[in-house]
DNA sequence: CTGTATCCACAATGATACTG
DNA sequence: CAGTATCATTGTGGATACAG
């Protein structure tokens, strides 16, 4: 059961949230998760071909907010190197669950969809009523 | 360790991100999660002020995900109930999970971007954090 | 009361070019 | 290699009006 003492201070789920519901934040903690990566590697690792952009603004947020450190190698060509910090790895283990619980319960869904997307065809007015691709 | 097995198919932490990742989702299942409520109710039970439109549309993705049953009572006016299904409950745990690791570790992240804003506020940046230059 | 359809604002993302 | 700046595009969310 979840509690919220302080509703309007929106009870600290969406903290959470709205430090991994972006689109890379995520991956970028799993893949630093076994270990130390540069920027390079971390780009090539992440599936879905994340752009310098979005990797520089995904990794400064999270290294501000303490998840990830971040070493400057002053050497030519540069060398930037990311690993997760304490607070960092305590999330991957959140992160675990989450992936779990996933994987665990893809079929279902899937199947929950399917039947929601015939039962709804008839009308074909709602949103994205797609098959799966699990 | 997170171990994923299709980094093309992004491996599955991406599916539950999706599905909680939105602005909404994560308080239907909250205020779900004590009982059945009325659509009304759980807009007022919401914290943020959600429009009709986001909560028709949250409430509507997380049923054809299977994770809410809706319950239409075909009378004048119309009455409809939302609970959590058996799938929606097993998510209850992960979001409390995610809850107490945002209320935990809140004022490390607090802290850790006070001393990052401090740092980067003027330009200057007086990082201990570098290797040697070779 | 519950829900749909439209229009609009803004944030997030992506592509690209340039700099150290 | 790593990072920044700029611009175009998209997706998401909000306000409102209308319908069953």
Redesign the interface.
Known sequence: ??E?ET???????????D????KWS??VV?EL??GTKRFKELQR?I??NISQRMLTLTVRRL?????V???????VPPKVEYELTE?GR???H??????D???A??P??A???AA??AAHADGAH??GAHADGA
Chains 1, 2 share one sequence.
């Open positions: 059961m979840i919220c509703p309007q201070d929106e009870c600290g789920v969406r903290d959470a949230l430090r991994l519901g972006d995520v991956y799993v998760s076994p690792a599936p879905g290294e501000r907010d303490g998840l450190k971040r070493t400057v190698y002053p050497t607070l305590s999330l991957t959140l992160v675990k669950a989450l992936a619980w996933s994987i319960h893809r279902a869904i199947a929950s969809r929601w997307d709602a949103d």
